[in-house]
């Protein structure tokens, strides 16, 4: 089982920047890539971004393509999303999501699930 912990959540105002992350542990399933998912009040989930086990391959919601830049560590424990120009619609809880599969967007696809992060962005 592999246990995922979202951090780096807060307060900004609109403009400002954040960055997440997630540390996983426990017994993995190696290799796996990681993605990060989002979920507004009353919204749906929807995908926000991946990277694959080596972390030299990295996919993006069309919704925050430029302004998002996701990373992981040499570890391949921890992932890092970093985030600017944020806007009010980007708040949200944010999750991030482990899969032995490589980088996707469905969130049915990945198996493990952090407790998730609160953004909050202010106009």
């Known amino acids: 089982q592999v246990q995922l912990v979202e951090s780096g959540g807060g307060l900004v105002q609109a403009g400002g920047s954040l960055r997440l992350s997630c540390a996983a542990s426990?017994?993995?399933?190696?290799?796996?890539?990681m993605g990060w998912f989002r979920q507004a009040p009353g919204k749906e989930r929807e995908f926000v971004a991946a990277?694959?086990?080596?972390?030299?391959?990295?996919i993006y919601a069309d919704s925050v393509k430029g302004r998002v830049t996701l990373s992981r560590d040499n570890a391949k424990t921890t992932v890092y999303l970093q985030m600017n120009s944020l806007k009010p619609e980007d708040t949200a809880v944010y999750y991030c999501a482990a899969t032995p599969l490589n980088a996707r967007r469905r969130y049915d696809e990945y198996s493990y699930w952090g407790q998730g992060t609160q953004v909050n962005v202010s106009s």
């Open positions: 426990g017994r993995t399933i190696r290799p796996y890539a």
């Open positions: 990277i694959n086990w080596s972390g030299d391959n990295t």
